[in-house]
């Protein structure tokens, strides 16, 4: 089953909930789990944050494992997905193909701006123009708002991704959303993530083969070359390497501390 959520762009945004976990507890954790297993993680954030927390996809590659996993772990928790409304045709073509074969509850969060209303009150192909305001409109902003009433989500980044992920940790807090994070393939391979596809013989998306390793809208993605890293097709030819969801209010990436 998929849902539809879609945001009023006039709501202002949610202050995030109190930090109860501190920087003590969470060294704590990624100490315990960092040798531990992806199962091993979602074991304990599940049993820990019950019903509010959430899983997040873009339908890429990892998406597909922690998917997988958590619908063995705990049939119909809540998977969720920024729609944009400039996903590639393959990906929403997944989207349904997943949403048939594993017992999840999907969730479609829209920022309730029309393609053409944004053209209209911001200029046409703001995604070239200015496309940090572009994902903060489209994606983190509707991720603020979806996260608001939630006490954890997970992520599928992986260290070995992009220098900026490099030194993910596998527990944080959220401080821009006010809320738990959860990583449990930080430390996977990409060749871990694709043995366990293959073994698992999971459906994936078809462009992956076709030289698109990490995969977000259309007008933003394009084939990686030979020798570039998996997230270099992204936002091609502007200093941008991020959307925004995962980045803290302090403009950096989220590190592991102690």
């Given at each position: ?11 202002p945004l949610k ?21 531990q297993s992806p ?220």
């Amino acid at each position: 089953m998929i849902s539809t959520i879609k945001l009023d762009q006039n709501q202002p945004l949610k202050p995030p909930f109190t930090n109860s976990w501190f920087p003590a507890n969470l060294a704590g954790l990624n100490c315990r789990f960092e040798p531990q297993s992806p199962t091993d993680l979602l074991r304990w954030g599940l049993a820990a944050l019950g019903e509010d927390v959430v899983l997040a996809t873009g339908f890429g590659l990892s998406g597909i494992v922690l998917m997988h996993l958590v619908s063995q772990i705990r049939p119909g928790t809540t998977v969720f997905y920024l729609q944009t409304d400039l996903h590639f045709d393959e990906t929403m073509a997944l989207k349904e193909r997943l949403a048939r074969l594993l017992p999840l509850r999907f969730e479609e969060v829209h920022s309730g701006l029309s393609l053409s209303d944004q053209a209209g009150r911001y200029g046409p192909e703001l995604w070239r123009s200015d496309p940090d305001f572009c994902c903060r409109l489209r994606k983190v902003n509707p991720l603020h708002a979806y996260l608001a009433d939630k006490r954890g989500w997970i992520t599928g980044i992986r260290r070995d991704q992009s220098p900026s992920r490099a030194h993910s940790p596998k527990i944080s807090w959220d401080q821009a959303n006010g809320l738990l994070k959860l990583v449990p393939l930080a430390d996977w391979s990409r060749q871990n993530v694709d043995d366990y596809i293959r073994r698992h013989n999971l459906p994936y998306n078809p462009l992956h083969d076709r030289g698109y390793p990490s995969i977000g809208c259309t007008v933003c993605t394009r084939k990686v070359k030979k020798g570039e890293s998996e997230r270099a097709g992204r936002w091609a030819g502007v200093s941008k390497t991020e959307c925004g969801i995962h980045i803290q209010p302090d403009g950096t990436i989220k590190r592991v501390t102690a």
